[in-house]
């Protein structure tokens, strides 16, 4: 999907439900419900990005093997990465059939793979990139080299997959702490709109608002620098 259309429909669903709040709890509910609508698309987003993006780096193992199983038949690298495309499950197959139509309209293949291991955010991509340009500035036996690269990467799939295993429960409890406060404050609008509704009239009310939006965003920030780890 275009982003142009991603972010129609959001201020489509964004107005639509901020006119239902407005219609069944008056303009305080209204607001509140136009400002998740965006929060909560833009984090449906980035969970999917992420899930595409880890699957992608699960699934490179077994393309590498493809794309030296091609070397050592004698293929050139583009011909290996169409195979590994015509053989790998999605979101590989994807990515490196954009790599093949790119270089075949004219982009230089370094630079084609460079961007698609930005794309993706993936090291271990990276890692595969630099050995495949380093090969062809100064030769050597590639398959061997991308054999090396990718016991490595099983390594460290197996250091990822114990470290997210260990940081579960920290994930789901940032979510939860996270998501607490805007379920509490949006059924106090539905349960007893006047509630709240006074944090959206008075002055003092926005200025409590506002801080704690501001620590809401620390402690987010917080948290998600806290289980994200780093290795």
């Known amino acids: 999907m275009p982003p142009s259309n991603f972010?129609?429909?959001?201020?489509?669903?964004?107005?639509v439900t901020g006119l239902l709040g407005l219609l069944m709890n008056g303009p305080a509910l209204a607001i509140l419900i136009a400002i998740i609508v965006?929060?909560?698309?833009?984090?449906?987003?980035?969970?999917?990005?992420?899930r595409r993006r880890g699957r992608f780096d699960e699934q490179l193992p077994d393309n590498l093997m493809l794309i030296t199983g091609g070397l050592r038949a004698g293929?050139?690298?583009?011909?290996?990465?169409?195979?590994?495309?015509?053989?790998?499950?999605?979101?590989?197959?994807?990515?490196?059939?954009?790599?093949?139509?790119?270089?075949?309209?004219?982009?230089?293949?370094?630079?084609?793979?460079?961007?698609?291991?930005?794309?993706?955010?993936?090291?271990?991509?990276s890692w595969?990139?630099?050995?495949?340009?380093?090969?062809?500035?100064?030769?050597?036996?590639?398959?061997?080299?991308?054999?090396?690269?990718?016991?490595?990467?099983?390594?460290?799939?197996e250091i990822r997959a114990q470290v997210k295993a260990l940081s579960a429960e920290g994930k789901l409890s940032a979510i939860i702490l996270i998501a607490l406060p805007f379920a509490i404050a949006l059924m106090l609008m539905v349960v007893n709109?006047?509630?709240?509704?006074?944090?959206?009239?008075?002055?003092?009310?926005?200025?409590?608002?506002?801080?704690?939006?501001?620590?809401?965003?620390i402690g987010t920030l917080w948290m998600r620098k806290t289980i994200q780890i780093k290795f």
Do not use: C
């Open 193 to 217: 709109p006047t509630y709240l509704g006074v944090l959206f009239v008075n002055p003092i009310g926005w200025v409590m608002l506002a801080a704690g939006g501001v620590m809401m965003i």
């Open 38 to 50: 965006p929060l909560v698309a833009w984090l449906g987003l980035s969970i999917l990005a992420d």
């Open 128 to 157: 595969i990139t630099q050995a495949i340009q380093i090969n062809r500035e100064v030769g050597g036996d590639l398959s061997e080299v991308l054999d090396d690269v990718g016991e490595t990467i099983r390594e460290r799939g």
């Open 75 to 125: 293929h050139s690298v583009l011909a290996a990465v169409d195979a590994a495309a015509k053989e790998a499950a999605s979101p590989s197959s994807e990515e490196f059939a954009r790599v093949v139509n790119e270089v075949r309209i004219g982009r230089d293949l370094d630079a084609a793979l460079t961007d698609t291991a930005n794309r993706m955010q993936s090291d271990d991509f």
């Open 7 to 15: 972010l129609f429909m959001v201020l489509a669903a964004s107005t």
